[in-house]
């Protein structure tokens, strides 16, 4: 059964906060990935790691630090976000680069 | 040139309809498929993946043609539990960054 799990579910935090976002597979996916996603709008890739290292990082502002602790957990650190950052941040896993990627549920983010 | 091109919709289609979403892709160096199917406010959860030779589950046909690149995906006998936003996936063969997302097609089966 695969299962990507991300906690918390809802965030609201102010712009002057420091919060993390975590996420765990324990399918053996050797490749994690970070997406935001906005009402209407596709999936944005934000970072990809692959076997634990960072592989992508499509231009994220620094205020969004990635980290993979080991090959089951991933975070998003938080920090001095902007209201415009209130989004749904989606947790992704797969075996390997040709491979079905798969969503965890999601943390709905709101900065106020 | 997006890498790949979705009618955002919405369709709007009575109970028992047949409907089709297409999706157009622009490398010819892809090498996989997928439709995905969204509930609002929920994650993107895998419906199928689409093969060379197409492929069926059910009421849902997913079809490729690789030489006017595109994929298709055919409802047939549309319910209510269908109405949802369906996002076709293109896998390229090489690159870290290899996953590119249609926009989406919004779909409500209406009673």
């Known amino acids: 059964d695969t299962e990507v799990t991300q906690t918390p579910k809802h965030l609201v935090m102010g712009m002057t906060n420091k919060k993390s976002l975590k996420c765990e597979q324990h399918?053996?996916?050797?490749?994690m990935y970070w997406y935001k996603q906005k009402a209407k709008k596709p999936p944005e890739l934000m970072f990809v790691y692959s076997y634990e290292k960072l592989s992508i990082n499509e231009s994220v502002p620094s205020r969004f630090s990635p980290e993979c602790p080991n090959s089951s957990l991933l975070n998003l650190h938080l920090h001095a976000l902007q209201p415009e950052d209130s989004a749904l941040y989606l947790c992704a896993s797969r075996p390997g680069v040709g491979n079905t990627i798969y969503f965890g549920e999601g943390s709905w983010l709101t900065v106020v | 040139r997006k890498e790949v091109e979705q009618d955002p919709g919405p369709f709007n289609v009575p109970e028992g309809a047949t409907v089709a979403f297409n999706c157009t892709y622009s490398n010819s160096a892809s090498q996989s498929f997928f439709w995905y199917r969204q509930d609002c406010r929920k994650e993107p959860k895998l419906l199928m993946s689409v093969y060379s030779s197409g492929n069926e589950d059910g009421r849902f046909t997913a079809q490729l043609n690789r030489a006017s690149q595109y994929i298709s995906l055919l409802i047939r006998d549309s319910k209510l539990s269908d109405s949802a936003t369906y996002l076709c996936v293109v896998n390229l063969q090489t690159g870290a960054n290899n996953l590119f997302f249609g926009t989406g097609t919004r779909l409500t089966v209406i009673p």
């Open positions: 399918m053996g996916h050797r490749a």
